[in-house]
């Protein structure tokens, strides 16, 4: 029986490093779970970047209609060139910047679809490791059992052990 509980024992601990190993990998997801907090924040920020391009598009509008309306009333030839001018550059700088937001959406757009890859793996991982984790408790539980029963038997054979030397 000594050698049953201390087979017990051996078998608790290794379950008890398994559980540690376990619990480093939880760990290790929540380290995964901070870093798509992380891929919220850019896909936020991703967000912000394509209203301020629609602002910035709606005030080239509102300047372009300004400039035309501005040319219009104006009498000398050499102003509305220049207002059309002005307008040209103006055009020119916000498709500049309208490719460089183009580009930023869709550097992130990618990072955004990596996320989602990542998230999709950690909580396949996660699943898989909760079920394993579910298992071990089981197996420590019917093992915790056991062992209680083996210690109940020890106690009841070493008091009849201490009856029969009393009566012998």
């Given at each position: ?28 997801l929540?380290t ?15 967000i ?15 300047k ?16 509305p060139?220049?207002i ?19 580009t ?13 890859i ?21 197996t ?29």
């Amino acid at each position: 029986m000594e050698a049953d509980v201390s087979e017990m024992k051996n078998e608790l601990q290794s379950r008890n490093g398994l559980w540690r190993r376990i619990q480093l990998e939880c760990q290790q997801l929540h380290t995964e779970l901070l870093k798509i907090k992380e891929y919220n924040d850019m896909h936020d920020i991703q967000i912000k970047h394509q209203s301020s391009h629609v602002q910035l598009t709606e005030q080239l509008e509102n300047k372009s209609s300004e400039l035309l309306l501005f040319a219009e009333s104006q009498e000398h030839q050499e102003e509305p060139n220049k207002i059309r001018n002005h307008v040209y550059r103006e055009e020119q700088s916000h498709c500049s910047e309208q490719e460089r937001m183009k580009t930023e959406i869709s550097d992130l757009t990618e990072e955004l679809h990596q996320k989602e890859i990542t998230i999709a793996t950690i909580m396949e991982k996660a699943s898989l490791l909760e079920r394993q984790l579910k298992m071990e408790l089981e197996t420590k539980h019917k093992l915790l059992a056991k062992q209680q029963l083996l210690e109940f038997h020890y106690q009841v054979i070493k008091s009849e052990n201490t009856h029969l030397k009393e009566i012998v």
